[in-house]
């Protein structure tokens, strides 16, 4: 699969050259606006706006679908290969699976297959200079920033384009198709839904998920944001818990561990799946790529859309060389911690931190070839107005297990360093389908 991301469309690349002839006070003076309207609408984390990218990107329809189509085969190989680790080689589940929380390994061993009733991940993709995309890991367990896109898209219209705003309806939207699944998989219990979208205390994503009740609530549906402090655990069988809420964080024995480990009885998604979005199993899915255990179709996806990664205790030093081609990752940590990319170390360091990584706990490493993803000059909103600076580019694309639901939409990240995150200080690029992003301009 390739993808225009750097290589720009006409519209991107018409968008971006409008902004570059700008004058700069009035470009700086947009961007701050973008800025207003994108935190307004959500693109927020906490009481910090996340930055805007005003330079936007879009992307064919047909390429827009196959990313959703990949990013659906890619989920749906990844429970294959799970549920046949779980069933039919328990010892290297345990060795994948060791670092699990005490509720998400009780959770493992009772309620498995209900977690494969999945209602999204999040597969985050890189794509390389010749437009190859490629598969760096799932998140499949809080798979986040549905509206921060959302947001990103409309802050930009309404100050870029504000007479056109209502060309947005033919832009994909991720929160309302995240909404759309979650009533799809609560489509077997009684109505009227009450839901409930469970958070922990603090939670910086909090703008997001009151958002997204605040839609619910437009559609005529009781919802609301709560904490574990505040959720209602009654058993109501119209009850709907939307699960923002790692389950690391919660006591098996408590009333919330409870529920947590009868999701069908309190109508809770996703269910407890912390297991799927290990990178060890994300590497026993590179190794399976051609099993009989995957559809065709499935293996045809993960051959063409997963780098070759593998398990550091399956792999010698050998095979990594001087670490030039490959990254290191942790196998449980996320938010692109613990990640060694061998290009940026050099040789020496890298050779350091693979030694400290096979010290580690048998099972908590994987390598993983390099997506060596360029960058490109784009337009950042920051606190003065718009700063030309080189970006690494980074699209997610969401899929749901849930039958009925359509492929998912996708959401484009930036940053100056080559581990692409929010947490870490990365912004969002607007995302449009190429027509709608001509259309506005």
């Given at each position: ?116 009733e999945l209602l999204h991940s999040r597969i985050d993709w ?77 939670d910086p994503q909090v703008t997001e998920l009151r958002a ?230």
């Amino acid at each position: 699969m390739r993808i225009h991301l750097f290589d720009l469309t006409d519209p991107a690349r018409q968008a971006d050259e409008k902004l570059v002839a700008m004058e700069p006070r009035a470009r700086d003076e947009l961007a701050r606006e973008a800025q207003r309207k994108a935190s307004a609408l959500g693109l927020m984390r906490g009481p910090t706006p996340i930055p805007l990218v005003l330079s936007p990107c879009s992307l064919p329809g047909e390429e827009l679908s196959a990313l959703g189509r990949g990013a659906r085969l890619i989920t749906s190989a990844l429970v294959k290969v799970a549920r046949e680790l779980i069933e039919r080689r328990p010892e290297k589940a345990r060795l994948l699976f060791h670092h699990l929380s005490p509720l998400e390994r009780e959770a493992l061993a009772r309620r498995w297959r209900e977690a494969e009733e999945l209602l999204h991940s999040r597969i985050d993709w890189f794509v390389d200079v010749q437009g190859s995309v490629r598969a760096l890991e799932v998140n499949a367990t809080i798979p986040a920033m549905q509206v921060y896109s959302d947001a990103a898209a409309a802050g930009w219209v309404q100050a870029v384009a504000p007479a056109k705003t209502s060309a947005l309806a033919s832009n994909p939207s991720n929160s309302r198709w995240l909404l759309e699944a979650l009533l799809a998989a609560a489509g077997r219990r009684p109505r009227p839904w009450r839901v409930q979208i469970l958070h922990r205390e603090g939670d910086p994503q909090v703008t997001e998920l009151r958002a997204l009740a605040q839609m619910l609530r437009e559609r005529g549906m009781e919802a609301r944001t709560c904490t574990p402090d505040e959720v209602e655990l009654d058993g109501d069988p119209r009850g709907v818990i939307y699960r923002h809420l790692f389950a690391r964080h919660v006591d098996p024995g408590s009333p919330l561990g409870d529920a947590f480990l009868d999701p069908e009885r309190h109508g809770m998604w996703n269910r407890v799946d912390g297991w799927l979005e290990t990178k060890g199993l994300f590497a026993e899915l590179s190794v399976q790529a051609r099993e009989p255990i995957l559809t065709a179709e499935e293996q045809a996806a993960v051959a063409d859309l997963v780098p070759w990664t593998r398990l550091l205790d399956d792999i010698d030093d050998a095979a990594l060389g001087n670490g030039d081609r490959f990254v290191l990752k942790k196998s449980h940590d996320y938010g692109g911690k613990s990640v060694v990319i061998g290009r940026e170390a050099g040789p020496a360091a890298f050779a350091q931190a693979l030694a400290r990584a096979r010290a580690d706990e048998a099972g908590s490493w994987v390598a993983q070839e390099l997506v060596d993803a360029p960058a490109i000059e784009r337009f950042l909103c920051v606190e003065v107005g718009a700063r030309r600076m080189s970006l690494h580019l980074d699209i997610s694309t969401y899929a749901s297990l849930i039958p009925g639901v359509p492929e998912g939409g996708s959401v484009c990240r930036a940053a100056p360093g080559r581990v692409v995150n929010i947490v870490g200080g990365g912004g969002v690029a607007p995302l449009f389908a190429d027509e709608v992003l001509a259309d506005l301009l």
